[in-house]
Each structure stands twice: as C-alpha cells, then as structure tokens.
C-alpha cells in the first residue's frame, strides 16, 4: 500500500509532503554513525546514542514542500560532507540529501511524519558497534535500493524535480552552514 504521508518538523511551521511512500518506494534504516549523533548535538537536540537515527530512504522527487520553506536550512558537519537538511524554525533535523542533485537521494528523519505512515520494519543498520567492530546488518539491501532508485530518477529525467536544488544552477536552495573546527568539534565531543 502505498500512501502520501505529510511531515512536519517539531513546531510545525516547516510541512511537506511525502509522495508514494511504502516499503516498495524506499527503505527503511537505522543509521548509528558518529555523524548522524553530531548534527542533533549541533542542533541542540538530544544524542540518539545507540538507539541511532531511524531513516527512509527514497527519491527526492517524492518530497514537495507544502508551507514553511523558508524556514528550511541547511548544514554540513565539515565541507564534503553531505547536505543535512533541516527546519531552523525549531532545530529539527528533517532530510539528508547527496551535494549535487544529480545523485537524487533523500533520507527522511522518520519522527517528522505523520502517525501510522507504512514504511515497513527496519532493513539495513548502518554504523553499528559492537566489541570495538563496526558492522552495516543489511548493507547490501540498502545500496540496491539506493542504486536502482537513482538509476530510475535518471533515466525519467525525474531528478531535476527537487525541492533540495536550483533546477538551472544546481546549487542548494540554501546557502549551505559548514561547521568551522570548534563547532565540529563541539559537536562530537562525548560520542
Ligand atoms: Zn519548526
Ligand atoms: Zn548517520
């Protein structure tokens, strides 16, 4: 089954729309990297810890922005980083997208949609430690989904459709907001 889910940040002054979601449409993962830990300390949010960050992945030609979006900014934990979307109106961590449009990616923050949406069980863990060992359960899973997916957005010419990228130039929307060294390391300190 698939639905159209809405999502909205923690204020609600940041709302969108999420096209097709079902477990066909995107995965669903949880992610427990340092980095994901960072960018909510960087917002001032609570550290996820083990439980990490619980993800869907799908293609931003899902997402249309329905009210708010010049409250939407965004940030990168060092310059390569990738692009960590979120509502300034409140803090809340909303998408992470690749830097350039023409790899059309979207992680969902699933604690910004709407009850009861059918995103299916958890597929994939990325970052998991366990004995001093780093492990990805479901790794492979999650890079089919992401390869096809993209694949399917490039061939239909679907990816220029983003709510993330100025369809002529390709740059973000948003001015991007890299941490400098003391924020960065502001915000890794105790993970
Ligand atoms: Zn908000
Ligand atoms: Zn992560």
């Known amino acids: 089954?698939?639905?159209?889910?809405?999502?909205?940040?923690?204020?609600?002054?940041l709302c969108a729309k999420l096209l097709n979601v079902g477990p066909q449409h995107g995965t669903h993962i949880v992610c427990h990297c340092d980095d994901c830990r960072?960018?909510?300390?960087?917002?001032?949010?609570?550290?996820?810890?083990?439980?990490?960050v619980d993800l869907y992945q799908t293609s931003p030609s899902n997402l249309k922005i329905l009210k708010g979006g010049e409250n939407l900014g965004v940030m990168k934990l060092r310059q390569a980083g990738i692009l960590r979307w979120y509502a300034k109106c409140c803090n809340t961590p909303m998408y992470n997208t690749m830097k350039s449009p023409k790899l059309?990616?979207?992680?969902?923050?699933?604690?910004?949609?709407?009850?009861?949406?059918?995103?299916?069980?958890?597929?994939?863990?990325g970052f998991v430690k366990n004995n001093?060992?780093?492990?990805?359960?479901?790794?492979?899973?999650?890079?089919?989904?992401?390869?096809?997916r993209m694949a399917r957005e490039?061939?239909?010419?679907?990816?220029?459709d983003t709510p993330f990228f100025d369809a002529s130039s390709m740059e973000p929307v948003v001015e991007p907001i890299v941490l400098d060294k003391a924020e960065r390391d502001a915000a890794y300190s105790g993970l």
């Not at 490039?154 to 220029?160: A, E, F, L, Q, T």
């Open 1 to 13: 089954m698939n639905k159209d889910v809405t999502l909205t940040c923690t204020c609600g002054a």
């Open 38 to 52: 960072a960018a909510n300390n960087h917002l001032g949010l609570d550290d996820p810890g083990a439980e990490g």
């Open 104 to 125: 059309p990616f979207v992680g969902v923050v699933t604690s910004t949609m709407e009850d009861g949406a059918d995103i299916g069980p958890v597929k994939t863990r």
């Open 132 to 148: 001093g060992k780093t492990t990805h359960p479901g790794m492979r899973h999650m890079m089919a989904g992401m390869i096809s």
């Open 154 to 160: 490039r061939i239909s010419g679907r990816w220029k």
